[in-house]
């Protein structure tokens, strides 16, 4: 009995991993900080390195204050640390992939009179991907074998890319300074092609800049949407891969222009659009469902096996809204300026009733102006539960993730801040299927030709004259003999009666 391995891709999520950095960045010591409006970070140059138990990933994090000095002078200030972190988990090996998935970023503020420290909590959480060995052929000697056939998949490789992709804001506005800049990729969907990937979606955008209206100046924010359409080159990806990608903008490589054209003042940004993810193949097993002996009587065992088959991505659009109230001794709200670093957290997938149900929490910062013309932040949570509407019968959901595609804020009677965001949910999930394999065979006692003057053996498929001759221990004539008219290649079941 020969057994053939083939890798199957069975992907699971381990636990979420928590750690933290603190951040010193370097502020003019002619400049106190007044007021901090916002506090942003994010990772970049991710790499993650497998090793048996274990997963080491380091790269950057990246982290910008959006501050008023003293002088009433609004300023950003930018600085990134590397760090290196492990994770330990037993289901990790060499050669599987870790894919970070969504990743949570939430900070704080350790220090700001001088010098200014933010401690960054950086939450991971990964999504495995393992390679399982698998029997795949079965060969027996006189044997005739049944098989059926499924179709799993093994990962092919790992995608690590990147892509530009531009925007231009246009206003009316004269633009003096940019002040500070968001944006959000929400895929929608993602084609393979025999070597390279056609991405769709959409880039929520947000540019907060200072422009001068008289003696005054004033924070005004700008929002859009962009739909984007790109092409990825993939090296060893084909038309029949499955892409499972995890989308993050590089937002260390901004490129900010800002130029008059026709009277509007238009701000070109150029992304970098980071893609890490799986590449999987579709492969096809024979599973032996029975045996049939043409010589004697065969005892087998069978094991029942689950495999994780075809995975299904979809993407499904939803909202969510709230309300937050301001506490009683703080003043009312004049004017909403902005909502900055919009962070959405998936905390929870499940299936119930063939229906995919996530939940999750968006957090942000409200920078608005109070009665009394002061600049104020507001930190906003806002958890949720959805109903994808995406369909999953007899599926296991892998993993999800989650995006802002949109947001909205406004103040109701000047103490309520009504909060809405338009979120992408692409969920990835796998069909689950069962199939008997035998995992033993006892040919008992072979036969004893010499006791029989004729015997009847049953043709396997796709086997040739020659090769039945061989099997069988008998010449072409004798074969010829009894059995008239056969094919060169046989069907397999036929009859072949041979006398001894």
Same mark, same amino acid.
Request: hydrophobic fraction near 35%; aromatic fraction near 8%; proline fraction near 3%.
């Given at each position: 009995?020969?057994?053939?391995?083939?890798?199957?891709?069975?992907?699971?999520?381990?636990?979420?991993?928590?750690?933290?950095?603190?951040?010193?960045?370097?502020?003019?010591?002619?400049?106190?900080?007044?007021?901090?409006?916002?506090?942003?970070?994010?990772?970049?140059?991710?790499?993650?390195?497998?090793?048996?138990?274990?997963?080491?990933?380091?790269?950057?994090?990246?982290?910008?204050? *959006?501050?008023?000095?003293?002088?009433?002078?609004?300023?950003?200030?930018?600085?990134? +640390?590397?760090?290196?972190?492990?994770?330990?988990?037993?289901?990790?090996?060499?050669?599987?992939?870790?894919?970070?998935?969504?990743?949570?970023?939430?900070?704080?503020?350790?220090?700001?009179?001088?010098?200014?420290?933010?401690?960054?909590?950086?939450?991971?959480?990964?999504?495995?991907?393992?390679?399982?060995?698998?029997?795949?052929?079965?060969? @027996?000697?006189?044997?005739?074998?049944?098989?059926?056939?499924?179709?799993?998949?093994?990962?092919?490789?790992?995608?690590?890319?990147?892509?530009?992709?531009?925007?231009?804001?246009?206003?009316?506005?004269?633009?003096?300074?940019?002040?500070?800049?968001?944006?959000?990729?929400?895929?929608?969907?993602?084609?393979?092609?025999?070597?390279?990937?056609?991405?769709?979606?959409? +880039?929520?955008?947000?540019?907060?800049?200072?422009?001068?209206?008289?003696?005054?100046?004033?924070?005004?924010?700008?929002?859009?949407?962009?739909?984007?359409?790109?092409?990825?080159?993939?090296?060893?990806?084909?038309?029949?891969?499955?892409?499972? *990608?995890?989308?993050?903008?590089?937002?260390?490589?901004?490129?900010?222009?800002? =130029?008059?054209?026709?009277?509007?003042?238009?701000?070109?940004?150029?992304?970098?659009? /980071?893609?890490?993810?799986?590449?999987?193949?579709?492969?096809?097993?024979? *599973?032996?469902?029975?045996?049939?002996?043409?010589?004697?009587?065969?005892?087998?065992?069978?094991?029942?096996?689950?495999?994780?088959?075809?995975?299904?991505?979809?993407?499904?659009?939803?909202?969510?809204?709230? =309300?937050?109230?301001?506490?009683?001794?703080?003043?009312?709200?004049?004017?909403?300026?902005?909502?900055?670093?919009?962070?959405? =957290?998936?905390?929870?997938?499940?299936?119930?009733?063939?229906?995919?149900?996530?939940?999750? +929490?968006?957090?942000?910062?409200?920078?608005?102006?109070?009665?009394?013309? =002061?600049?104020?932040?507001?930190?906003?949570?806002?958890?949720?539960?959805?109903?994808?509407?995406?369909?999953?019968?007899?599926?296991?959901?892998?993993?999800?993730?989650?995006?802002?595609?949109?947001?909205?804020?406004?103040?109701?009677?000047?103490?309520?801040?009504? +909060?809405?965001?338009?979120?992408?949910?692409?969920? /990835? /999930?796998?069909?689950?299927?069962?199939?008997?394999?035998?995992?033993?065979?006892? *040919?008992?006692?072979?036969?004893? @030709?010499?006791?029989?003057?004729?015997?009847?053996?049953?043709?396997?498929?796709?086997?040739?004259?020659?090769?039945?001759?061989?099997?069988?221990?008998?010449?072409?004539?004798?074969?010829?003999?009894?059995?008239?008219?056969?094919?060169?290649?046989?069907?397999?079941?036929?009859?072949?009666?041979?006398?001894?």
């Amino acid at each position: 009995m020969d057994f053939d391995g083939v890798k199957v891709t069975y992907a699971k999520n381990i636990e979420k991993h928590n750690f933290s950095l603190v951040v010193s960045l370097p502020i003019d010591n002619n400049a106190n900080i007044k007021t901090i409006l916002n506090v942003s970070s994010h990772l970049f140059d991710e790499k993650v390195e497998c090793a048996a138990g274990k997963a080491v990933v380091s790269g950057k994090v990246g982290v910008k204050v *959006l501050y008023i000095d003293t002088d009433n002078i609004t300023n950003t200030v930018t600085d990134s +640390l590397t760090f290196s972190e492990q994770i330990a988990d037993s289901n990790i090996t060499a050669d599987c992939f870790l894919n970070l998935g969504d990743v949570n970023l939430v900070n704080s503020v350790l220090e700001s009179a001088g010098a200014l420290k933010i401690n960054c909590d950086i939450t991971f959480a990964p999504t495995l991907y393992l390679n399982l060995a698998l029997p795949q052929n079965n060969t @027996f000697e006189n044997l005739i074998v049944k098989k059926s056939e499924i179709t799993t998949n093994t990962i092919a490789g790992f995608v690590n890319t990147n892509f530009d992709y531009t925007t231009n804001f246009e206003t009316k506005d004269s633009i003096s300074k940019v002040l500070y800049y968001n944006a959000y990729f929400t895929p929608n969907s993602v084609a393979a092609f025999d070597g390279y990937a056609v991405v769709e979606g959409k +880039l929520f955008a947000q540019l907060v800049y200072e422009t001068a209206e008289g003696e005054e100046t004033k924070i005004k924010e700008l929002t859009d949407n962009f739909n984007l359409k790109s092409e990825v080159r993939l090296d060893g990806v084909d038309k029949d891969c499955a892409l499972d *990608l995890t989308f993050a903008l590089d937002k260390s490589k901004f490129n900010l222009n800002t =130029e008059i054209e026709d009277n509007n003042c238009v701000v070109t940004v150029t992304h970098t659009i /980071c893609a890490r993810g799986a590449m999987l193949k579709p492969v096809a097993l024979d *599973l032996v469902d029975d045996v049939y002996s043409v010589d004697n009587e065969v005892e087998t065992s069978l094991t029942s096996r689950e495999f994780l088959c075809e995975p299904q991505k979809e993407c499904a659009q939803d909202s969510v809204s709230g =309300e937050i109230s301001l506490a009683d001794n703080e003043p009312a709200i004049d004017e909403i300026v902005c909502n900055l670093d919009i962070q959405p =957290e998936l905390t929870n997938t499940y299936i119930k009733d063939g229906e995919i149900f996530v939940e999750g +929490l968006v957090s942000s910062q409200l920078v608005y102006v109070d009665e009394n013309k =002061e600049c104020r932040t507001k930190n906003c949570e806002l958890p949720f539960v959805i109903n994808t509407k995406i369909q999953a019968e007899s599926a296991e959901c892998a993993h999800a993730q989650i995006s802002v595609c949109d947001c909205r804020a406004k103040a109701k009677r000047g103490t309520i801040i009504e +909060l809405e965001y338009a979120l992408n949910i692409c969920v /990835c /999930c796998f069909q689950k299927q069962t199939h008997e394999m035998i995992d033993n065979i006892n *040919l008992g006692k072979p036969l004893n @030709f010499s006791e029989y003057d004729y015997q009847i053996f049953l043709a396997k498929p796709n086997e040739t004259m020659w090769q039945l001759c061989k099997r069988i221990k008998t010449t072409p004539d004798n074969l010829q003999l009894f059995n008239k008219d056969l094919p060169p290649i046989l069907d397999g079941g036929e009859k072949i009666i041979i006398k001894r």
